[in-house]
């Protein structure tokens, strides 16, 4: 079975904290694809990284960073300094199977909530 | 540019009414899907297409049916509404070709069923 769990359901920080958030998923695939989507309070979903499961180097943008761990099945994201644009809900989702249709699994989203 | 455009943006709709979402996409993509999001329980699948005039079901596909006649266009019908439709539903489309690309997102359409 594939599965994403987010087992943070709200985080509160206050400005310039940094936040992890956390991404655990599951999928017996050797090749599949881990992406982050943003989801402000517009309600878009905005892009943020996409990941293969043969790349396993950490990526930074900017105040963005993630930590890819095959050896934990987890995919985490760091906000740095935070800021109050960054309050918004976060989704991990999880693409897996040789067929690579696309269809995503979504975690239940972490809402991100922060103050100034 | 316009990517991905879901009309309506929002409806109400009494039970037992029908209504059809529209999702156009101008990048060419192969794959196109509908989700509905619900609070606390992420974006779940409803349908999936691969190309045009296929269609395939995804997680929670009951009480939807949905057809690709054109490639850019993917549509979701709601024969009879009933209250546990009432969500967000998105569509989304991408692209694959030796890797998988990100999934672009419309704006969501907001059903009230009531």
């Known amino acids: 079975a594939q599965k994403v769990t987010q087992a943070q359901t709200e985080i509160s920080v206050v400005e310039k904290e940094d936040v992890t958030l956390d991404c655990v998923y599951e999928t017996r695939d050797t090749t599949y694809y881990l992406f982050w989507y943003k989801q402000p309070p517009s309600g878009e979903l905005v892009f943020l990284i996409r990941r293969n499961s043969f790349d396993e180097q950490n990526e930074i943008s900017g105040r963005y960073s993630w930590n890819f761990q095959k050896s934990t099945s987890s995919f985490n994201f760091t906000i740095t300094a935070s800021q109050v644009v960054d309050s918004a809900v976060y989704f991990c989702?999880?693409?897996?199977?040789?067929?690579?249709?696309?269809?995503?699994?979504f975690g239940q989203g972490t809402t991100l909530q922060v103050k100034p | 540019n316009a990517g991905v455009t879901q009309t309506p943006k929002f409806r109400v709709l009494k039970t037992g009414q029908s209504m059809t979402l529209l999702c156009a996409q101008d990048m060419n993509h192969e794959y196109m899907y509908w989700y509905r999001q619900d609070p606390g329980m992420g974006l779940r699948l409803i349908h999936y297409?691969?190309?045009?005039?296929?269609?395939a079901k995804g997680e929670v596909p009951d009480g939807y049916n949905v057809s690709r006649l054109k490639k850019q266009n993917f549509l979701l019908g709601l024969e009879s509404a009933a209250p546990s439709q009432t969500s967000v539903y998105f569509c989304?489309?991408?692209?694959?070709?030796?890797?998988?690309?990100?999934?672009?997102f419309g704006q969501g359409t907001r059903l009230t069923v009531v």
């Open positions: 989304a489309s991408s692209y694959s070709y030796s890797t998988l690309t990100e999934a672009f």
């Open positions: 297409s691969v190309g045009e005039g296929t269609t």
């Open positions: 989702a999880l693409s897996s199977g040789s067929s690579n249709t696309g269809k995503l699994i």
